[in-house]
């Protein structure tokens, strides 16, 4: 078999082991490795899990569960009854990650958000890696989160992505990958957060006994990174509000969750217009203007004048205060251009165009399904491949070719082939496992790994760990709440 | 704050307490209907009036007025948009909007609250059930209440939320007393006959004042006290005069904070002064019809002026 020329040939996917359990190849679990001993960073709390009342736990467990009722951690599924908020699963075993083992992930990380940064800014300015054919033209020009409008734009402080969502998969003791890059509107930090004050409230004696760094700082440190990004009109402490499309949104609950830890006004689109060149939102006592938009709607949203006419979530003449310096828009308006998938695909290559290194974190080996080779060899290895769409987020539209029916195979064939430009092509990764708590002891089950990103001229902030999903039924490996996943807390320990 | 904060505590707050008065006009309406079939109908169908949804009632199951229809109908019934489970969902929609002003124990009553009467009214409730129900329900609306002032910071929110209450829960005892005005007309012949003790018992029953009532001028009952007591009595909490009371403090310490008068400050000001100052004779002497017809319009129109004024929409 022929592998496919990608620019990205310091990991192409020939080189990698399909991994699938009916195939009979084992996974790397992060409490025991290959199956043996316990690893270092699980071991204190695999001796005090070893003391405790197994009917203890899952007591405590149930608890959480009444608990996220009640505090009304739920999320909407698209497309299903609005009455119907589910929970997203919530298991008790934590996911440690060792002080060293973080060290490395964060560079990696930081050293990621700082290129992409610097890739949004060059392609709405100069477009030298363009120009120096590192990454297609038309990646860009076809890309439906490009905005031309923006060419040109300085966003206030220089910062495009002040927070981004980097999924990492794990596959060996030593084996980091980076999934996907969420710089358009990262959502799940509240899960994260909410996740630890379970764990606190349910486990407080493991705290004592295991240093764990702290989650709960990361809504003061958006508020600071936020107002740190304030536009030039801002003539004192920055004003900061959250904008939410609405408490329909299957988002809802981490909007209001994340203005009222800040302290910051929670807003729709028809409580802000646009008053003496500022955007201003609607007090009780008349209009007040706002410095800074963490904004929880996508572009196309933001104006029905500048944008998409139909839409009632935006505000008329945002666009143009925010031309003039009136306004910060948080992440940058035409940031999505980086979740492309067909654009990940080049991210060692941009990496490497705008810092000079090598990147810290591979990429997962992608076939592009628009080069006609590479869809000739997806077609042919479909069945142990993962497939998605370019655009595609919480795992919809998505084929995983080991789990997948021959049925849907043909099917999924047939969009593919109508359609290739559409769809990039990956090995199935032989995700990490961590043990999850059931009734029958500890099962292992996949996880992934969304560590939080803060960016602001002052530097950049990543939260120590992040959100772990985890794949809640046996052998599965999708992990997004919209497919049935679940969630852990994260510890990485101090030092 | 937002306006629309400012107007989703407003609504919370009067979702809540229509979805309590709701639950007491069954409560009184069930216990009638009880006790005397020959007139039930009628009853219910005057439960349905105060509760200003006989029309919607009428729309989709005609003239049926049984006590498991109506019943059902002003609990659950999906057809209808004021159930006390329509209400309660839009009492926590509104909560949720105003999510970031609530506290986490405001909050979590709310949200048990619809989680709860959402379990409890998930089929329709049997006859032998619905004391139990009903019970559930105040019980709700009390845990709410109790975080509510337990534990909220007094500043705008706060008030804007109680204006909520007040306005609802006057705008239902002047409903009452619309509905049932005729019953204390002095005009009418059998006073002091058993038939209408029962009656005036039920409008008593319906603002959870019965026994208040009986502390107050003992054994007792004649129509121009109950009027006295709903429309009067200031220590009453379900009197006009009482709610206007608060809605006035409420409006004052609104008008201190943001240091402007209001229209909606004058309008309560005047409601007070103009309607509620005075005897209950000369309010008989006027037309109690009248009156309570007039206090209705001027509370809707206070509504309006305080959505207006602080800017609840555009």
Redesign the interface.
């Known amino acids: 078999m022929r592998a496919p020329r990608t620019p990205n040939h310091r990991a192409r996917p020939d080189r990698w082991h399909v991994a699938w359990k009916g195939l009979g190849i084992s996974f790397f679990d992060e409490m025991t490795g290959q199956g043996g001993d316990v690893r270092s960073p699980y071991r204190d709390y695999s001796d005090w899990f070893g003391r405790e009342d197994a009917a203890r736990i899952q007591r405590k467990a149930q608890q959480a569960e009444g608990f996220f009722?009640?505090?009304?951690i739920t999320f909407n599924v698209y497309g299903e009854d609005e009455?119907d908020e589910r929970l997203i699963p919530f298991d008790v075993v934590p996911r440690i990650i060792s002080a060293s083992e973080w060290r490395r992930l964060s560079r990696g990380i930081e050293q990621r958000v700082r290129a992409l940064n610097a890739f949004l800014h060059d392609i709405y300015h100069r477009q030298e890696i363009l120009r120096a054919g590192r990454v297609p033209v038309d990646l860009i020009s076809r890309n439906e989160a490009f905005l031309p409008m923006m060419m040109g734009m300085d966003p206030p402080g220089g910062v495009y992505t002040h927070i981004s969502g980097i999924d990492i998969v794990r596959t060996g003791a030593d084996e980091y990958y980076v999934l996907e890059d969420n710089a358009r509107t990262p959502s799940g930090v509240s899960y994260m957060l909410e996740n630890r004050e379970t764990m606190l409230q349910m486990f407080p004696e493991l705290f004592a006994k295991i240093s764990v760094r702290e989650v709960s700082d990361y809504p003061l440190n958006l508020l600071k990174s936020l107002a740190a990004c304030a536009p030039p009109a801002c003539g004192g402490t920055p004003t900061v509000a959250v904008l939410t499309p609405?408490?329909h949104n299957s988002a809802?609950f981490e909007h209001?969750f994340l203005?009222?830890q800040m302290g910051a006004?929670?807003?729709?689109g028809?409580?802000l217009?646009v008053v003496d060149g500022r955007v201003a939102?609607?007090?009780?006592?008349?209009y007040t203007p706002i410095d800074v938009l963490y904004r929880r709607v996508d572009d196309d949203f933001l104006d029905p004048l500048n944008f998409r006419p139909d839409s009632m979530l935006g505000v008329p003449g945002i666009w143009d205060v925010y031309r003039a310096g009136g306004i910060t828009i948080a992440n940058a308006p035409g940031t999505g251009i980086a979740d492309d998938k067909a654009l990940y695909s080049y991210m060692p290559d941009i990496i490497e165009f705008y810092t000079g290194e090598k990147a810290l974190l591979p990429n997962v080996p992608t076939w592009r399904c628009s080069e006609p080779e590479h869809l000739r060899e997806v077609l042919d290895r479909l069945p142990e491949l993962v497939v998605k769409e370019v655009h595609g987020s919480g795992g919809y539209g998505m084929l995983v070719g080991p789990a997948a029916s021959k049925k849907e195979i043909a099917a999924f064939r047939a969009k593919l082939e109508a359609n290739p430009r559409n769809y990039i092509a990956q090995p199935t990764l032989s995700l990490s496992t961590v043990p999850i708590f059931t009734k029958a002891g500890l099962t292992p089950r996949h996880v992934d790994l969304r560590p939080f990103v803060l960016m602001s001229p002052q530097g950049i902030r990543i939260t120590p760990g992040g959100l772990t999903r985890v794949a809640m039924s046996k052998g599965s490996l999708v992990v997004n709440s919209s497919q049935g996943g679940g969630t852990k807390d994260t510890w990485v320990l101090e030092d | 704050?937002?306006?629309?904060?400012?107007g989703s505590l407003y609504w919370m707050a009067r979702y809540l307490e229509r979805s309590e008065n709701n639950a007491r006009l069954i409560d009184a309406g069930f216990r009638i209907a009880l006790t005397r079939s020959s007139t039930a109908r009628s009853e219910w169908r005057s439960v349905l009036v105060t509760a200003g949804q006989d029309s919607a009632f009428r729309q989709a199951h005609g003239e049926d007025y049984t006590s498991q229809r109506v019943v059902d109908f002003l609990l659950r019934d999906p057809a209808n948009p004021s159930s006390i489970l329509s209400v309660v969902?839009r009492a926590r929609?509104n909560a949720?909007?105003a999510?970031?002003y609530l506290t986490?124990e405001v909050?979590?009553a709310v949200?048990?609250s619809w989680?709860t009467l959402g379990a409890l009214l998930k089929r329709q409730v049997r006859e032998d059930d619905l004391p139990d129900v009903l019970a559930a329900i105040r019980q709700q609306s009390a845990q709410v209440v109790g975080a509510f002032s337990g534990t909220m910071l007094r500043n705008?929110g706060y008030n804007?939320a109680r204006l909520g209450t007040f306005l609802e829960r006057a705008d239902n005892t002047a409903r009452i007393l619309d509905v049932k005005y005729y019953l204390l007309l002095p005009s009418v012949a059998h006073i002091g006959s058993s038939i209408d003790n029962v009656q005036w018992e039920t409008i008593l029953r319906s603002v959870s004042a019965h026994r208040a009532y009986h502390w107050l001028y003992g054994a007792e009952i004649s129509a121009l006290k109950i009027a006295e007591f709903l429309i009067l009595y200031k220590q009453m909490p379900r009197s006009l005069a009482f709610c206007c009371d608060q809605m006035n403090d409420n409006l004052g310490l609104l008008q201190r904070s943001?240091n402007?008068e209001t229209e909606a400050v004058q309008m309560g000001t005047a409601i007070c002064r103009d309607r509620l100052s005075r005897p209950i004779q000369s309010i008989f002497d006027g037309g109690l019809h009248e009156f309570i017809t007039d206090f209705l319009r001027a509370n809707a129109a206070l509504a309006r002026q305080i959505e207006r004024d602080?800017?609840f929409v555009?």
Request: aromatic share 10%; glycine share 8%.
């Open positions: 009722r009640t505090t009304g009455a609405g408490i809802y209001s203005a009222d006004e929670l807003v729709e028809h409580d217009r939102m609607r007090t009780t006592q008349g | 704050m937002l306006g629309k904060t400012a969902k929609d949720r909007t999510r970031t986490r909050w979590e949200n048990t989680m705008d804007f943001y402007e602080y800017r555009e």
